[in-house]
């Protein structure tokens, strides 16, 4: 609505008018704050995702992990991830991620 409309208003429709777009503003609000849990949400599902499917391959490659602690499957983590190729090997795949998703 242009100004010169606005000037040729009576106080009660300009209070009417003033209403509806706090009415349109708090919606607007409340959308962002949905929108912004659904993206909370979306992410925590993924990332939940990626864990169990993480999780079940270091199982698969531990071969008896019910009868490990976690303790001792940190320990073997530990001594899988030392060795530099690994330490290469990993950084080098950070480097063709961040290539890729440039």
Do not use: W
């Not at 509806?20 to 708090?26: L, P």
């Not at 704050?33 to 995702?49: D, F, G, I, P």
């Amino acid at each position: 609505m242009s100004n010169e409309n606005l000037k040729n208003k009576s106080i009660d429709e300009l209070r009417e008018i003033k209403a509806k777009n706090e009415a349109k503003i708090r919606y607007m609000e409340n959308k962002i704050k949905y929108l912004k849990s659904q993206e909370k949400k979306l992410t925590r599902k993924e990332r939940t995702h990626r864990l169990c499917t993480r999780g079940a391959m270091l199982e698969k490659f531990l071969g008896c992990p019910n009868e490990l602690t976690d303790e001792q499957v940190e320990e073997i983590l530990k001594i899988a991830f030392q060795p530099e190729a690994v330490s290469g090997a990993i950084e080098q795949f950070r480097k063709s991620n961040e290539n890729t998703t440039l």
